[in-house]
């Protein structure tokens, strides 16, 4: 299910007052420039030549227009961020960067962006070449985490290496924004014949107004004649009708153990994730088919319906999901799901276990197969 994109946008101040930190670094030409400029000075000094003591100050001079012009290039600027609403593992994504130029009359060149996600820059960077005064210019780069659950983006690094190329000057803005990455959704075969946990009334697919075929009978005076089964009427030599089901019985639920033994390692770290992958995939699944589906971990329940409300909270609770560590885990289903009053769901468990899959679903997370019972 792909929501309406959506994004958020994260200003960088302008100006010294916001600037957290500034640095400043030789390039490999610097590092030869001002190794020169030292050379020339000590046999100006050493000699007393004037040829000598004329280059160097105007060595001298290149490198002090090349920090006046880097601070003047820098000043002003204003750097905006805007994130996408829905994001999800192992899935590009772009972010977009805007630059403003804020200056009245001296534009910005050669201006270098790096985005900041818990203190470390990302290795993407965004660059702009010139920024006119009062100019606003936007770019984007792409990106992807391999990891679900919240990332904290700090603010940005903007460098510049105007004019000479002799020094990296670099200001760190503060313009904190927060992004959840939901877990991957994967396509799902549900096989039809696999028990599932159901609790309250076991009740059949009814007949109703719904929109998945349940059987077919002998027409009636009235039927919708749209609904006749025309191939199966001329087999038969009479009239069959279609019937379907009732909406009421388009209810599903998903529930995703969070309870894990204490004895863990890496593979049961990556079985973890699948678990997560998995229950996400079934919820959309479902709801793509139009169902109307309940996400259930732990004590906490998510209703999904059909129209997509929901979906986002569900998704994002199991982006944030973190699993209870416990003592040996049974082999049965943990924590039965409690019938509510008017609870009629076929629930789908979800648990990370090793070993080899007992279903037809993505391994590394499994389907329970355990017999249909009532829960206690």
Same mark, same amino acid.
């Given at each position: 299910?792909?929501?309406?994109?959506?994004?958020?946008?994260?200003?960088?101040?302008?100006?010294?007052?916001?600037?957290?930190?500034?640095?400043?670094?030789f390039t490999r030409e610097g590092r030869y420039f001002v190794g020169l400029t030292l050379g020339v000075g000590f046999a100006a000094i050493n000699t007393g030549n004037n040829l000598l003591y004329l280059v160097l100050g105007m060595m001298l001079s290149l490198i002090v227009v090349s920090g006046i012009l880097s601070e003047l290039t820098l000043k002003g600027l204003v750097v905006e961020r805007s994130l996408p609403r829905e994001v999800h593992v192992r899935s590009p994504y772009l972010t977009s960067i805007a630059v403003t130029n804020g200056k009245r009359r001296l534009a910005s060149f050669s201006v270098q962006i790096e985005d900041l996600i818990e203190g470390h820059p990302l290795a993407k960077k965004c660059y702009f070449l010139k920024l006119p005064p009062g100019a606003r210019q936007n770019t984007s780069y792409r990106s992807e985490f391999t990891r679900r659950g919240l990332y904290r983006y700090?603010?940005?690094?903007?460098?510049?290496?105007?004019?000479?190329?002799?020094?990296?000057?670099?200001?760190?803005?503060?313009?904190?924004?927060?992004?959840?990455?939901?877990?991957?959704?994967?396509?799902?075969?549900?096989?039809?014949?696999?028990?599932?946990?159901?609790?309250?009334?076991?009740?059949?697919?009814?007949?109703?107004? $719904?929109?998945?075929?349940? $059987?077919?009978?002998?027409?009636?005076?009235?039927?919708?004649?749209?609904?006749?089964?025309?191939?199966?009427?001329?087999?038969? $030599?009479?009239?069959?009708?279609?019937?379907?089901?009732?909406?009421?019985?388009?209810?599903? $639920?998903v529930r995703l153990e969070t309870r894990v033994e204490a004895e863990t390692g890496a593979d049961v770290a990556l079985a973890l994730e699948r678990a997560v992958d998995l229950a996400a995939s079934l919820v959309v699944h479902h709801h793509r088919r139009g169902y109307d589906v309940?996400?259930?971990?732990?004590?906490?329940?998510?209703?999904?319906?059909?129209?997509?409300?929901?979906?986002?909270?569900?998704?994002?609770?199991?982006?944030?999901?973190?699993?209870?560590?416990?003592?040996?885990?049974?082999?049965e289903p943990l924590s039965p799901v409690r019938p509510t009053p008017h609870d009629d769901l076929r629930w789908w468990v979800?648990?990370?276990?090793?070993?080899?899959?007992?279903?037809?679903?993505?391994?590394?997370?499994?389907?329970?197969?355990?017999?249909?019972?009532?829960?206690?």
């Open positions: 299910m792909t929501l309406p994109f959506v994004p958020r946008r994260r200003r960088a101040p302008p100006g010294d007052a916001h600037l957290r930190t500034r640095r400043l670094r700090r603010g940005f690094h903007v460098a510049t290496r105007f004019p000479f190329a002799f020094f990296v000057k670099t200001y760190a803005f503060e313009a904190p924004d927060e992004l959840v990455v939901l877990p991957a959704i994967n396509p799902v075969d549900v096989p039809e014949d696999v028990p599932v946990l159901r609790t309250g009334p076991r009740d059949r697919p009814r007949r109703g107004a $719904g929109r998945d075929f349940h $059987g077919l009978r002998p027409h009636r005076e009235g039927d919708d004649a749209r609904d006749i089964h025309w191939k199966r009427s001329a087999r038969e $030599g009479r009239l069959v009708t279609r019937e379907y089901e009732t909406e009421a019985a388009r209810r599903v $639920g309940t996400l259930a971990l732990g004590s906490r329940r998510f209703r999904v319906a059909p129209d997509a409300r929901g979906l986002l909270a569900a998704l994002r609770a199991l982006a944030l999901l973190q699993f209870e560590v416990t003592g040996p885990v049974d082999p979800v648990r990370a276990e090793r070993g080899q899959p007992r279903t037809a679903l993505p391994a590394g997370a499994r389907l329970l197969t355990t017999p249909v019972r009532e829960a206690a």
